[in-house]
């Protein structure tokens, strides 16, 4: 199950999981997460919400393949985000729990 933890701002939780080995972007390679789902494991998960404005929500995934590959994925809820992947994820969590 992933670990959920807290975080003041999207950077911070970006910075923390970069200390401990996180440093793939997703975001650049997630046709690896799109092509095979199942090599790869949300081990940390961040939400941040914006105080005022919905369109500053966001996700933030540490992830972990079955190579040892860590890295983030930063899920937002804007209309530009990559919703395919970040479905993908959303995915894994529930089947994770």
């Known amino acids: 199950m992933a670990k959920m933890y807290h975080y003041a701002t999207v950077s911070k939780a970006l910075d923390q999981l970069n200390e401990k080995g996180f440093t793939c972007d997703f975001n650049i390679n997630s046709a690896a997460i799109k092509k095979n789902p199942e090599k790869f494991e949300i081990v ?7 105080e005022s404005d919905p369109g500053d929500e966001a996700v933030v995934y540490g992830i972990k393949s079955t190579t040892g590959k860590k890295g ?5 809820f804007s209309a530009d985000s990559d919703s395919e992947t970040a479905k993908i994820l959303l995915d894994l969590s529930i089947k994770g729990r």
């Open 44 to 50: 940390h998960v961040y939400r941040y919400e914006g």
């Open 72 to 76: 983030v994925f930063v899920a937002g």
